[in-house]
């Protein structure tokens, strides 16, 4: 996370999939706007928070749906 002097504080998020990219062009800025997603912040920093399953995906959600929806 970097916290910027004039402006919102920033999760940088590092993108494993993207190999065809250098090394230093995969990490994506996401600006921290929202009280939900200071929340969110939270949630993932105190360790409640698991990536879910592709099956539990389709089960909330539908056929029409996996974890990159």
Known sequence: MEQLPHGPTVLKVFQTKIVALPYEDRWKPIPILFSEQ????????????KRPLSKTIRYHFGRGYDLYS
Do not use: V
Not at 38 to 47: H, P, R, S, V
């Open 38 to 49: 200071e929340f969110a912040l939270k949630i993932i920093y105190d360790g409640n928070f």
